[in-house]
């Protein structure tokens, strides 16, 4: 009969299922001990810095005045990078999905995916060897006509390696993983939400404002905040492309410094309690790269409730 | 979906590609301390494996006493990790590797230390790369500079700005110097050839000079910087004004300072830096054995170049077997063999070392015998 054979299907698709689920909870696990595991390791290799004699540790005063500068100059370097991928980032993305012809925005998403998967030495090298020349001049002007604004005070620098080229370097790296992410939220807009603010009479860009962009919110936030992930922790371009320095205010002089660039610049020399200190700083960004996380969750599991996207 | 689709492909195989060569330099270590598979106890004929770690500035020369030695001695393979001076010099202390390549010779404490693994006797060193630094600057038309120690260390600390200087044009006859602004680029990762640099201008300008002497750029200094030899290269290349140091083989097409030796100047050579390492003095205190060398930066014997790297092989005095012995010997004596330094130089643009320093430095591992 039709309910045994019903039975029969469902007994012999409950060892797969049972598999399946074993095999996701231990996928699940698995990711977790990693993290686990990643952290512990931080904290144990970290620990001596805690405890030496804060003159010994570099710069003299302590891990607290070692660390706060490259907190803040990572901070500001993966700021830049979002405050110019983003809207780019969003723009592209819309173009891709509600503006542009079928057969170009095929090639333009291929193009932008492509991006993403350049490595990042290569973008330092670009980086260092064309973009920093190139700004020179720009970064002179701005010296010039607008140094009363102290993050444009001058004089601007001679080789254009500066936090503002790292951060622009930086917002190049993660306009793919910002687009990629956006294009296939606002791909999964009802089409009904769209058509019906169309009959309404909205124009394409009201259409967007009123349907898309809404449904979307808490993809964007996500989007984003995997970019500033990416911005946070990226260290090879920005080892390449910054001229470091101590944490200055102006943008386009040579200084600053980001907590990955500076693990990557003296690790392979490093031992002891510089190797520890090192690591310590690797904590730091653990930590901040985890609270990051943990707002974008919360932001997105706020807004949820009123895009319908769940 | 589709289209991320590729996209990840692509991504996924650079990832893969990314672990794969990570693999490949992370192998070295894994069979250190397998060199006793000797088939025979005849003598001349060298089987195994020989692991060192140590000093990046040695790694293409590395690579051209790796292949030249493979070469002439079937059966046997070098493995050496670039992982840095302090990093080799502790697995060398901790027994992971049967040689160190250093680009600062063990400390009286290191070499007491190295009496646990290497026996009563302790670990040596002795002179295997040297390479002269140069001080290099881009500035069009003109090829090199006559600069004394003062000069460079007040250019490097920001006290001369820009390049048509009273001080910079006194020893400069007859060059056109241009109004430009001094750019000055150092190395923004810790390094030995800082290391050696700021030594000299510690040692030939103590007046103007007055930081702590170690592989990072003093912190007091801001001035522009880039990651490792061709990043400072490279923006100084591309830098109209800039003025770097870097070693010789790398500097390219930029203008590079001849430095005061005495009352003449001299022009970066091999031959230089290499009278350099021969008017060295030996470091006071040591084993027969050892051949640390105490660096005259401010020697005033003309022709020699003061600012030079010398880089180290650190070998215990006596190893566990006859076959790591021989193999431990046959190396280093390869190494500072004219054909072995040749061989370096060539691939690597640094300065052999002299007959003298290279027939002594051989003595000394010639002298390597096992010991419990």
Redesign the interface.
Known sequence: MTTNALRRQGSKGQAGDKIFSGAALGAGILILITLFAVAIFLLIQALPTFSANPALIT?GEGFVSYIFPIVIGTVIAAGIALLIATPVGIAVALFISHYAPRKLA?GL??V???L??I?SVIYGAWG??VL??ALVPAYQWLAENLGFIPIFAGPA???G?TILTAGIVLAVMVL?IIT?LSR?IFLQTPKLHEEAALALGATRWEMINMSVLPFARPGIVSAVMLGLGRALGETMAV??V?????LIPSLIK??NQTIAAEIA??F?????LRLSELIAAGLVLFVITLAVNLIARAIIARHKEFSGAN | MKLNRIGSAAAVLTVAALALTACGSDSPTASAGTGASATGATSGAVSGTLTGSGASSQKSAMEAWKAGFEAANAGTMVQYSPDGSGAGRKAFLAGGAQFAGSDAYLKDAEIEASKQVCGPEGAFNVPAYVSPIAVAFNLPGVESLNLDAPTIAKIFKLEITKWNDPAIAAGNPGVTLPDTAITVVHRNDESGTTENFVDYLAAAAKDVWTYDVSGDWPKELASENAKGTSGVVATTTGTEGAITYADHSAVGKLGTVNVKVGSDYTKISSEAAAKAVEAATPVAGRGTLDMSLDLKRDSTEAGTYPIILVSYHVFCSTYKDQSTVDLVKAFGEYVLSDAGQKEAATSAGNAPLSAKMSEAATKSVESIKVGS
């Open positions: 710069g095929a998403g291929y932008i995916d492509l993403a998967a490595p260092y060897l920093a020349p620098s001679q080789t390696k793919p990629s296939e080892a390449l910054l001229s470091t320095g101590g040579s200084g610049l003296n392979p020399e490093a031992f002891g």
